[in-house]
């Protein structure tokens, strides 16, 4: 295409160009911004109120097991401690694999 | 907003109040919509059929450019930034809706009507005939000024496809445009 086409062209969008300048618009984009920034906190709020709901459903759960564990700690401990040599380290693993699996709050 | 705020923010730098505006500010990021809704607006409603469409989509590009002001890289690259913003928003929009360009075998040119000016009338029809791709490549090269390259950057295509693009577009648009001189 020529310079000439090329500059007609340019010209023909110079001239049809609108001066588009208004407050209401400002105005308008502004209010949806408002409107994200309100989702955007629900969004926050509603992910808050999600993780205390979750963690309170998932406390009975973490409890039980930390009790097992500790059962089984003290098995451990009291077999472990006082015995020596290789049977009593076998009773004691033996103790904290029935702790760990069986004993139950 | 106050309006000391905006008489202060008015008399700075567009850098400047980018930079506010990166940094959280409201009033600096409303002062950039001001600046820039005249940019934002002519070249959406080149590329829409409609006045009203056309400010819908360029709010929702300045609400998309609000979300993601924090990632701009520097404070000068703002303008380019905010049209790839636009251009993606028009392409997106025109996807979802499967925007069809009406051919000239189903509608009759019409001449130049009162209610508007001839030339632009007549521009709105023309580029309405376009396909989308070779639109958007016209409006950016010959409304915005941008070169092949600067296109290709801000459309995401590659520069022979743009090349292409722009100049089955211009030729197409040359020929609708005296096609109306003669009808007018």
């Known amino acids: 295409m020529s310079d000439d086409t090329d500059a007609t062209l340019r010209r023909v969008f110079a001239e049809s160009a609108e001066t588009l300048d208004s407050a209401a618009f400002t105005v308008e984009v502004n209010a949806r911004i408002g409107r994200e920034k309100r989702l955007r906190r629900f969004g926050l709020v509603a992910a808050a109120v999600a993780a205390g709901l979750g963690a309170m459903a998932a406390a009975p759960l973490v409890s039980d097991t930390m009790h097992t564990i500790s059962v089984g700690s003290m098995a451990l401990a009291n077999f472990g401690a006082g015995a020596v040599g290789p049977l009593g380290w076998l009773l004691a693993a033996g103790a904290s694999v029935y702790a760990v699996v069986w004993v139950r709050p | ?184």
């Not at chain 2, 029809?125 to 090269?141: G, I, T, Y």
Request: some cysteine; aromatic content about 6%; charged content about 20%.
């Open chain 2, 1 to 184: 907003m106050p309006s000391e705020s905006r008489v202060t923010l008015v008399t700075l730098s567009e850098s400047a109040v980018v930079t506010l505006a990166m940094a959280g500010n409201d009033a600096a990021f409303s002062e950039l919509v001001a600046r820039r809704q005249n940019m934002v607006r002519n070249l959406l409603r080149r590329l829409s059929h409609d006045k009203a469409s056309a400010d819908d989509l360029a709010q929702q590009a300045f609400v998309q450019a609000w979300k993601n002001i924090r990632s701009l890289r520097s404070a000068e690259a703002f303008g380019g930034w905010l049209r790839r913003i636009v251009v993606h928003t028009w392409l997106q929009e025109a996807r979802k809706s499967q925007v069809q360009t009406v051919s000239l075998d189903e509608t009759e040119i019409l001449p130049s009507q009162n209610s508007f000016p001839g030339v632009r009338m007549d521009l709105e029809q023309a580029l309405a005939q376009l396909k989308n791709p070779e639109r958007v490549c016209v409006v950016l090269s010959y409304n915005e000024g941008l070169s092949h390259a600067e296109i290709a950057e801000t459309t995401g295509w590659p520069l022979g496809t743009v090349k292409s693009h722009v100049a089955r577009g211009a030729s197409r648009l040359r020929e609708l445009l005296s096609a109306y001189g003669e009808g007018s």
